[in-house]
């Protein structure tokens, strides 16, 4: 079992833990991930990105939003408690090289993912500018940690309460249109694609098929193949159709967990709609 030695609740439906796994600390690369239960006997295996380790004290860090019954229950889980499953690091780790200029896109709850991938970047010798986005000051994570890491940052919200007022799509637009700072290499992680795949990841060893999208015509596993992929090559339509494809069960799993407060995220929002377009 993993002792959670940290909890710190970044917003209102994320949080931080620093949890005790010197195993999974000592052989993590970036991109990798981790599989749980919060329940030994018959909980649901969530994934979540291992954000940041600490070999000296045996830690890592895990940063997640509270989207489903698991997550929630997590969630309630205090300093001192164990978690009782905790397997990894599971996935394809990141190729990493010096390929130059790195732009790293990120967004939400997908800047905590992108820590590592920064950190290992730099650690190669790259330039890196990093983009990040948000509805609003407020709910940027990890702000100092990835201000330290980049050569550039820029910051953009929703509501223009910090930084630029806009899209991350907008500034890398500019980017990749100025002869002398074009970027060498884009990185994007963001919320919709990001916690819809962890949401249907079920064993991390591709056995269950539950995470199978389609990449170059091609099938692929995001637990084994990833979870990452050229986003020119992904089967965007199917990808967004399988998103929903448990939605009626996730709802009602959280609803009889007591945590449905009526709300709906605009990521499933959007998700069910490109769902209905496919169809």
Not at 135 to 146: A, I, P, T, V
Not at 230 to 242: A, K, P, S, Y
Request: overall charge negative; some cysteine; proline content about 5%.
């Amino acid at each position: 079992m993993a002792k959670i030695l940290f909890k710190k609740q970044l917003s209102p439906a994320v949080f931080q833990f620093r949890v005790h796994a010197p195993l999974i600390a000592q052989e993590r690369k970036a991109g990798q991930f981790i599989i749980l239960q919060t329940n030994k006997d018959n909980g649901e295996r969530v994934p979540l990105t291992i954000a940041d380790a600490d070999t000296e004290e045996g830690s890592i860090t895990l940063i997640f939003q509270t989207v489903g019954k698991t997550t929630t229950e997590l969630s309630k889980f205090e300093v001192g408690d164990d978690i009782p499953v905790l397997v990894g690091p599971l996935g394809s780790p990141t190729h990493i090289e010096n390929f130059g200029h790195v732009v790293c896109v990120c967004g939400g709850v997908g800047i905590a993912p992108m820590h590592p991938i920064v950190q290992a970047l730099k650690a190669a010798g790259n330039k890196v500018t990093i983009i990040m986005g948000a509805r609003n000051e407020s709910l940027f994570l990890m702000k100092e940690e990835m201000t330290a890491l980049a050569d550039n940052i820029i910051f953009m919200t929703d509501d223009g309460s910090y930084g630029r007022k806009g899209l991350v799509t907008e500034p890398l637009k500019e980017l990749c249109e100025d002869t002398k700072g074009k970027p060498d290499m884009v990185i994007a992680i963001g919320p919709p694609i990001m916690m819809k795949f962890c949401a249907i990841m079920v064993d991390g060893t591709g056995m269950c098929g539950g995470c199978r999208v389609t990449i170059g015509g091609k099938t692929k596993f995001v637990c084994v193949d990833g979870p990452e992929f050229d986003g020119h090559e992904v089967d965007w339509n199917n990808m967004l159709q399988r998103m929903g494809a448990f939605k009626p069960q996730e709802q009602e799993s959280l609803h009889r967990f007591g945590a449905n407060d009526g709300h709906k995220c605009n990521i499933d929002k959007m998700a069910d709609a490109k769902a209905k377009e496919s169809k």
